[in-house]
């Protein structure tokens, strides 16, 4: 069974800063790409920020030059550095994975949800 479990999340003013990690843990016998999403009420998840295991990143527009994503394989572990938060960035934060358990089955979990709240 695989878990992914993020952290980091909270209330910020506009303008700081927050760095979310997402803990894979379980049965992993290699982890692809992984990404983040986020999600407010009434919307569609949206794709913030992905990278392959090649460490090849890609951002949604609006948080690029702000927001870099980043991995530990060694810790089966992703971040979310976020710098310069806006109110539009408050939203539930996922994180997204690409895993292979066996030599024959590949699935993409996700993790449980992380509240970033941005407000003064």
């Known amino acids: 069974q695989v878990q992914l479990v993020e952290s980091g999340g909270g209330l910020v003013q506009p303008g700081g800063s927050l760095r979310l990690s997402c803990a894979a843990s379980?049965?992993?016998?290699?982890?692809?790409?992984m990404a983040w999403y986020r999600q407010t009420p009434g919307k569609q998840r949206e794709l913030v920020a992905t990278?392959?295991?090649?460490?090849?990143?890609n951002y949604v527009d609006s948080v690029k030059g702000r927001f870099t994503i980043s991995r530990d394989n060694a810790k089966n572990t992703m971040y979310l550095q976020m710098n310069n938060l806006k109110p539009e960035d408050t939203a539930v934060y996922y994180c997204?994975?690409?895993?292979?358990?066996?030599?024959?089955?590949?699935?993409?979990?996700w993790g449980q949800g992380t509240q970033v709240t941005v407000s003064s």
């Open positions: 379980g049965r992993i016998f290699s982890i692809y790409a």
């Open positions: 990278i392959t295991l090649g460490d090849s990143t």
């Open positions: 997204n994975a690409d895993i292979r358990v066996t030599m024959f089955d590949r699935n993409t979990y």
